[in-house]
T-cell receptor
Framework: AQSVTQLGSHVSVSEGALVLLRCNYS??????LFWYVQYPNQGLQLLLK??????LVKGINGFEAEFKKSETSFHLTKPSAHMSDAAEYFC????????????FGRGTSLIVHP | NAGVTQTPKFRVLKTGQSMTLLCAQD?????MYWYRQDPGMGLRLIHY???????AKGEVPDGYNVSRLKKQNFLLGLESAAPSQTSVYFC??????????????FGPGTRLTVL
């Protein structure tokens, strides 16, 4: 079974600082990879995704992620944090073994200090 | 387009009571899913459906039943609610076939408390 590990249940940064949220997956076959964001009291919405092609993927709100097959990682970054980025972030993987049912990580709460 | 909608938004039940959560989507998606979200546990899949009239168990199906009588609707039922079912429930939908199938669209959630 595939699994997704998000290192750190909480990440705290200052406004303007680099944001780095880590995601590792367990699969020898390149899967489909996603980052979702959940703002307080809302559902999840897609931030960005990797399916095929370019390994550096750009998403909404200045976020990007890089698929690194050798490291089985898909870390999410943003050069400069904004207060509005405070939210819960979920990494997800699917497509392993032909299954379209995604597996989600446990989430990382991003805290942005003024 | 309304996207994915969920009814109700909030509900408080007593132990042993039953209820049905309704999910509706207007994107003509084939796949629909029910998740529960608990602190520190992420999203856990309860049941899912790959088409009208078909359902399948997910990671945590015990205590829940589902039905997909119409393509646009996916119902989640609790026959005898237990305090352990206190959670936030999310419905999601996605297309079938190809990479795009994997992108899920989520509803706003239903916050359920079982006393």
């Amino acid at each position: 079974a595939q699994s997704v590990t998000q290192l750190g249940s909480h990440v705290s940064v200052s406004e303007g600082a680099l944001v780095l949220l880590r995601c590792n997956y367990s699969s020898s076959v390149p899967p489909y990879l996603f980052w979702y964001v959940q703002y307080p009291n809302q559902g999840l919405q897609l931030l960005l995704k990797y399916t095929t092609g370019a390994t550096l993927v750009k998403g909404i709100n200045g976020f990007e992620a890089e698929f690194k097959k050798s490291e089985t990682s898909f870390h999410l970054t943003k050069p400069s944090a904004h207060m509005s980025d405070a939210a819960e972030y979920f990494c997800a993987v699917s497509g392993v073994g032909g299954s379209y049912i995604p597996t989600f990580g446990r989430g990382t709460s991003l805290i942005v200090h003024p | 387009n309304a996207g994915v909608t969920q009814t109700p938004k909030f509900r408080v039940l007593k132990t042993g009571q039953s209820m049905t959560l309704l999910c509706a989507q207007d994107m003509n998606h084939e796949y629909m899913y029910w998740y529960r979200q608990d602190p520190g546990m992420g999203l856990r899949l309860i049941h899912y459906s790959v088409g009208e009239g078909t359902t399948a168990k997910g990671e945590v199906p015990d205590g829940y039943n589902v039905s997909r009588l119409k393509k646009q609707n996916f119902l989640l039922g609790l026959e005898s609610a237990a305090p352990s079912q206190t959670s936030v429930y999310f419905c999601a939908s996605s297309k079938a076939g190809g990479p795009m199938a994997n992108e899920q669209f989520f509803g706003p959630g239903t916050r359920l408390t079982v006393l």
